[in-house]
């Protein structure tokens, strides 16, 4: 099995953060049942005013060739346009477990 771990730092104000984070994290949690290659995906939205990172998901696959098959896939290159302008950095681990 595979850990996708990617954390997201958006861009505007924390009003306009938290509602492009709301809208992602909306279309990450429908992936499940349209990506036959995702296992699972938890994704979550920073709550703590004294970090800088907004939005942080944990998609889990079986093997690490599948998480270029998720990335690829057009439910998921859609819910990552969500984040088209407004995304200042991503960071990501993939690990097997």
């Not at 958006?10 to 938290?18: I, N, V, Y």
């Not at 279309?27 to 499940?32: G, H, K, R, S, V």
């Not at 690829?72 to 088209?84: D, I, N, T, Y």
Request: aromatic share 6%; with cysteine; net charge negative.
């Amino acid at each position: 099995m595979v850990k996708h771990i990617v954390t997201f730092k958006l861009t505007g104000t924390p009003a306009e953060r938290l509602a492009v984070a709301e809208s992602f994290k909306a279309a990450l949690e429908a992936l499940p049942q349209q990506i036959e290659v995702l296992r699972s995906i938890e994704v979550g939205i920073n709550s703590n005013p004294a970090e800088s990172w907004d939005v942080v998901l944990t998609a889990v696959v079986d093997k690490m060739s599948d998480v270029e098959v998720y990335a690829k896939h057009p439910a998921h290159v859609a819910a990552a346009g969500l984040l088209a302008g407004h995304k200042a950095d991503r960071a990501c681990v993939d690990y097997e477990f």
